[in-house]
């Protein structure tokens, strides 16, 4: 979810009263200065915890809605569906269920590593 545009300055006016003009072109949102954005560069994949992390990228994209149904490059019912899927989340499910996620996870990632080191495909025998 990057930011990818480029802007030109623009003189405004006449009879010695010009303004400079900023315009941005091709670029969606801007109603929220692109938040979602700054916070996914800041944030992401910095909070030295793998639930922070996920709840930081999951608020970025209701961010990211957010700022492009109020810019009107998007509609109100996908932002409504991300907020939905964000609560349904981060407030319904309960964190233990999360938690044994992200342990699941790791227990996996860490289990290819080690057959990797072994040479060995995961369950068969290598001798």
Do not use: P
Not at 68 to 75: G, P, V
């Amino acid at each position: 979810m990057g930011i990818s545009s480029y802007s030109r300055a623009v003189l405004t006016g006449g009879a010695g009263s010009y303004r400079r003009k900023v315009e941005v072109i091709g670029m969606s949102g801007g109603s929220f200065n692109y938040i979602y954005s700054k916070l996914e560069f800041e944030c992401v994949g910095y909070m030295q915890d793998a639930e922070m992390d996920d709840l930081v990228k999951d608020l970025v994209k209701v961010l990211h809605d957010l700022e492009w149904w109020q810019s009107c490059d998007s509609s109100e019912e996908t932002y409504r569906k991300t907020v939905a899927e964000f609560k349904k989340k981060w407030f319904i499910t309960s964190r233990n269920e999360r938690l044994k996620g992200y342990v699941n996870e790791r227990i996996e990632k860490m289990r290819k590593e080690l057959y990797e080191l072994l040479g060995a495909e995961e369950g068969g025998r290598n001798d």
